[in-house]
């Protein structure tokens, strides 16, 4: 498992959240660690390889898991395109791809393409899995919303929420965290390891053990988004003053979907598909009076 990981860890290096909990992953066999993982912020972001099969500019795209694999549509005009990415980052190419029941021509590793025009109820197949999108006529696009809501998430003093990363179906941790501007994070996986992070001193402790105090090497910088950059963004659903935005990050690489207060641009959901890694988080207690303490 740790193998199909490492792709993962590099790319999403500068996501506290995401890659905490991925290093935790690597461990198989759960119990003591004798040096715990730092949590690393400042990384220089991993940038797609060329195999990666990224959206086209301009598309409406969506996400979900496949399987080990992240699977995306990207919708534009005059055709879709069906993105496949296995567990080492790279476009998975020899599959049986449909879209609507055409059959689709290779578009570079990973990538599958249709002629479909003005595609607004788009069915795929992937060999066994099948996906069915309704795409909206009046996507509008959400990149200031997008940028917004970034701006929000680094103006917030307290934020908690809740996660689930998995690398498949199979291998899956939940956890609860909270984050206290500017420097102090705590996370409590279920039936797992704690850490609290204050400033450049960190704690860790694995089920059942004793808090171990170490230095935490890179600062955090909290609270801040998951996500890096963001191309491709659409308002895809739009309920009252909830927004559903989907957008691609090329930084990462992963795909996004995430639902925003439209009056406050406060981000209420986010689900990730980026390369073995499969996250949703949900956030809560915006601002509310959340105190992060040393363990006594």
Partial sequence: MAVRLTAALLALAAGVSALAL?????????GPV???????????????????????????????????????????ASSVQVSVVGQQGNGVSGLAVTVNGRATAACGTGCY??????????????????WRVVVPSDARDASAIVARAGHVWRSLKT???????????????????????????????????????????????????????????????????????????????????????????????????????ARTLRTLDLRMIATAHFMHERYRSFDAPLSIMPPT
Wanted: proline residues 10%; hydrophobic residues 45%.
């Fill in 113 to 130: 393409r249709a002629a479909v025009a003005h595609a607004h109820d788009v069915s795929v197949h992937v060999g066994t899995t099948s």
């Fill in 159 to 261: 934020v908690a929420f809740s996660d689930r990363l998995g690398s498949d179906a199979t291998h899956v941790v939940v956890s609860e965290w909270r984050a206290v501007a500017p420097d102090r994070l705590a996370y409590r996986i279920r039936d797992g390891y704690q850490a609290v992070i204050v400033g450049g001193k960190r704690w860790d402790r694995a089920p059942h053990g004793k808090w171990i105090e170490s230095t935490q090497t890179a600062p955090v910088t909290q609270p801040v988004p998951v996500w890096q950059s963001a191309t491709d963004a659409h308002v895809v659903r739009e309920i009252g003053a909830t927004l559903w935005v989907t957008f691609f990050d090329p930084k990462t690489p992963a795909w996004f979907e995430i639902t925003v207060d």
């Fill in 34 to 76: 004798s040096s715990a993982p730092a949590v690393p912020v400042a990384a220089a972001p991993a940038a797609p390889q060329p195999s990666f099969p990224a959206p086209p500019a301009g598309a409406v795209v969506f996400s979900r898991e496949a399987g080990p694999n992240a699977l995306a549509l990207a919708v534009t």
């Fill in 22 to 30: 991925a290093l935790l992953l690597l461990h198989d066999t759960p």
